[in-house]
Structure formats: C-alpha cells, structure tokens
C-alpha cells in the first residue's frame, strides 16, 4: 500500500470513526488505484476486480469504529484488501464452476418450462456457438452433446489434446464473455442451481 503520511492517516481514521463521508472518500480516493491494480492482477477480470474493491471499502466503512484504534493501518488494510480478493477469488471460481456446469446441461432444458432470463442464457449459448468456425462447433458439441472427453475428441479428429483443451477453454470464456456482457451470467447459474 502507498505509505501515507502517518498524521494525516491518523486524521482520516479518527474522521471515518467518527462518520466522517468526506473523509472516507479521502481515504478511498487515496487507496483505491492500489487496491483495484491488485485486484485485477488476481482476478483478471474488471467487474470482479470492481467489485472486490468496493465491498473491500463497504467493509472499511462498516468498521469504521474500530479505525480510530487502529495503530498500523498498512498492516489492518492489507490483511482486509487479502482477505477480500481471497473471499472474491473463491466466489468466482464457483461461479464458474456453476456456469460451466449450466453450459454443459443447457442443451437438453426444456425452454417452455424455465424463466424468461435463463431462455435468453440458453439462446445466446446457442447462438454464440453457432458462430464459432465449424471445427470449434464441432469439438465443443463432441464435448458437451456427446460427452465425449478431451482424449476422445482429440483422437477422432486427429487432433492433440491439448488442442481439444484449449479450443474447449477458449470457447467457454467466449460464451462467459457474451453472459457477463448480456447480464445473464446470473440467469445462467440461477437455473443451475435451481435445477439440481
């Protein structure tokens, strides 16, 4: 964290005690780039990493009472920014592992019987792999319809594994990216969830 000169630290944090907003927007203007550039190097993802950074800063505010006890804020503030991007970090990855499993069961889903958002989920899946070149379409379907596994897959077409591998892995950040830009990742997971 930027060191920041210890008696203006010690102001702030006795002003956010007290409920100070300005002074707390003070200290978030001061933390923040920091906070974020480490987000984003862990989680590769702005919206994470935005939201990692907020809620590390709704937490701050929320323990705004303690601050003005707070001897090494560097210290306090470090283990609260870990904690928080350790917390996101596993929050994301079972996301994707929820996600990952509504891609492989979406296929099948009766669309009349599921709600309006998770129908949109399901038809932009569809319609993001129907633009895929048709090797990719080809191996994902093996994948996903046929269930075949990656060693399988890379076998029928003469293909490495490895390239089964990386083509799955690229076709699946291509299908988060259209969620997470159509809103719809929560949709997605939401019927996941609700299906099990």
Same mark, same amino acid.
């Given at each position: 964290? #930027? $060191?920041? $000169? ?17 002074? *707390? ?7 923040? %780039?920091?906070?974020?550039? #480490? ?9 994470? @990493? ?7 800063? =709704? !937490? ?8 003005? +006890? ?15 991007? &350790? ?14 499993? *509504?891609?492989?069961? @979406? %296929? ?5 019987? =599921? @709600? ?5 989920? &399901? ?26 596994? +990656?060693?399988? &897959?890379?076998? !029928? ?12 892995? =690229? ?12 809103? #719809? ?12």
């Amino acid at each position: 964290m #930027l $060191p920041v $000169p210890h008696h203006k630290e010690r102001t702030l944090l006795s002003l956010i005690a007290a409920g100070d907003e300005a002074a *707390f927007r003070e200290l978030h203007d001061l933390y923040w %780039n920091e906070v974020y550039s #480490l987000a984003i190097a862990f989680t590769k993802s702005p919206q994470v @990493a935005e939201d990692m950074v907020q809620e590390v800063f =709704i !937490r701050l505010w929320m323990k705004r009472d303690a601050l003005g +006890h707070v001897e090494n804020f560097n210290a306090f503030f470090r283990i609260m920014v870990r904690n928080q991007l &350790i917390s996101a970090l596993r929050k994301n990855k079972k996301q994707e592992k929820d996600l990952q499993a *509504f891609i492989n069961t @979406a %296929n099948p889903v009766e669309l009349h019987s =599921i @709600a309006p958002e998770v129908k949109e989920a &399901i038809s932009l899946v569809s319609k993001t792999i129907s633009k895929l070149p048709d090797r990719q379409q080809q191996i994902f379907r093996m994948s996903r319809e046929e269930g075949l596994s +990656h060693d399988d &897959i890379a076998a !029928r077409l003469n293909l490495s594994k490895k390239t089964v591998s990386n083509t799955i892995t =690229i076709i699946l950040a291509l299908i988060r990216k259209q969620l997470y830009k159509n809103e #719809l990742l929560l949709a997605g997971v939401g019927y996941f969830i609700v299906s099990m």
